[in-house]
């Protein structure tokens, strides 16, 4: 049952990228991000490392879509609940909010990663 419930996240995963990737279907990218975050939740809840690494993917592939990239940074402040003292998700929180041209907040999250990142 298990893996059939991780395969479930794996092809949701695999379906956003091709909506983002191939096909430049952002709206329905971000209700089936909706929908991923609420399999998450209730498949793996605890898992910051899979929020994280779901975030940058699509993060990367959003084509500074403003609304895909507020549905990753929602899917990133999950995985930096889990973990605040991880810097690497401090910095691609920071990044994503630089392309969301919000410069300031990014500055500030980016020192923070660097506090962190020192220790």
Same mark, same amino acid.
């Given at each position: 049952?298990?893996?059939?419930?991780?395969?479930?996240?794996?092809?949701?995963?695999?379906?956003?990228?091709?909506?983002?990737?191939? &096909?430049?279907?952002? +709206?329905?990218?971000?209700?089936?991000? !909706?929908?991923? =975050?609420? %399999?998450?939740?209730?498949?793996?809840?605890?898992?910051?490392?899979?929020?994280?690494?779901?975030?940058?993917?699509?993060?990367?592939?959003?084509?500074?879509? &403003?609304?895909?990239? +507020?549905?990753?940074?929602?899917?990133? !402040?999950?995985? =930096?609940? %889990?973990?605040?003292?991880?810097?690497?998700?401090?910095?691609?929180?920071?990044?994503?909010?630089?392309?969301?041209?919000?410069?300031?907040?990014?500055?500030?999250?980016?020192?923070?990663?660097?506090?962190?990142?020192?220790?």
């Amino acid at each position: 049952a298990k893996a059939f419930e991780l395969s479930q996240i794996s092809c949701a995963r695999i379906q956003i990228f091709q909506l983002l990737a191939r &096909e430049g279907t952002r +709206q329905q990218a971000v209700e089936e991000i !909706k929908e991923l =975050i609420k %399999l998450f939740e209730k498949l793996e809840p605890k898992n910051p490392e899979l929020y994280f690494k779901t975030s940058q993917l699509f993060a990367r592939v959003a084509g500074g879509n &403003e609304f895909v990239i +507020q549905k990753t940074i929602d899917v990133l !402040k999950k995985a =930096i609940l %889990l973990s605040p003292t991880t810097c690497i998700y401090l910095a691609e929180n920071a990044y994503q909010l630089t392309l969301m041209q919000d410069y300031t907040q990014s500055f500030h999250i980016y020192q923070k990663s660097a506090e962190l990142d020192e220790t």
